[in-house]
Structures are given as structure tokens and as C-alpha cells.
């Protein structure tokens, strides 16, 4: 028995489960896959809150970019993740 030998268990990432968190949480759901994605775009979603709040409504023209970008890069995230699973099992 060869002691390099040695048994990784990963598991795959929930593409639903990913896209509800970001769903509900917006950019702080991008967490769910990356840990930079999830503080630049909490960020984001952060300020576009503010100045949101701050001009009575009109800032939500900024928050649902910001809200459609965390869904995607959290698609592309998830989609990049199991891909690489996949790759490194064969």
C-alpha cells in the first residue's frame, strides 16, 4: 500500500440551493461559492441598499443589476466548482 496514498472527499455544490441563498440574500449568497465574490458583491448590494434608502426608491435601478449579477456569477461559480470535481475524478 502506498502511504502518499490519500482519499479526498468533496462534494459536489446544489445549483438550486446556490441560487436560492442568493435568491434571498443577494450578493452575501455569492458566499455560497466564493468568499471574494461574496464580499464584493455584499458590497455592492450594500451600498446600492443605501443609496437605495437614501433616494427614496430611485437607487433600486442599481440594486437589480447588482442582484442579477449575484445570481450569475453564483450560477458560474457552482457550475465551475462541480466541473472541476468532475475533472479531477476522471
Same mark, same amino acid.
Given at each position: *500500500?502506498?502511504?502518499?496514498?490519500?482519499?479526498?472527499?468533496?462534494?459536489?455544490?446544489? *445549483?438550486?440551493?446556490? *441560487?436560492?441563498?442568493?435568491?434571498?440574500?443577494?450578493?452575501?449568497?455569492?458566499?455560497?461559492?466564493?468568499?471574494?465574490?461574496?464580499?464584493?458583491?455584499?458590497?455592492?448590494?450594500?451600498?446600492?441598499?443605501?443609496?437605495?434608502?437614501?433616494?427614496?426608491?430611485?437607487?433600486?435601478?442599481?440594486?437589480?443589476?447588482?442582484?442579477?449579477?449575484?445570481?450569475?456569477?453564483?450560477?458560474?461559480?457552482?457550475?465551475?466548482?462541480?466541473?472541476?470535481?468532475?475533472?479531477? *475524478?476522471?
Amino acid at each position: *500500500m502506498d502511504k502518499e496514498a490519500a482519499i479526498i472527499l468533496t462534494q459536489s455544490k446544489s *445549483m438550486a440551493a446556490g *441560487m436560492i441563498i442568493t435568491w434571498f440574500f443577494g450578493g452575501l449568497g455569492v458566499f455560497y461559492v466564493s468568499i471574494l465574490g461574496g464580499l464584493l458583491l455584499g458590497g455592492l448590494e450594500l451600498v446600492a441598499w443605501i443609496i437605495t434608502f437614501a433616494t427614496f426608491g430611485i437607487g433600486v435601478f442599481l440594486l437589480i443589476p447588482v442582484h442579477i449579477v449575484a445570481l450569475i456569477w453564483t450560477y458560474l461559480g457552482v457550475k465551475k466548482h462541480n466541473n472541476n470535481l468532475l475533472a479531477t *475524478m476522471a
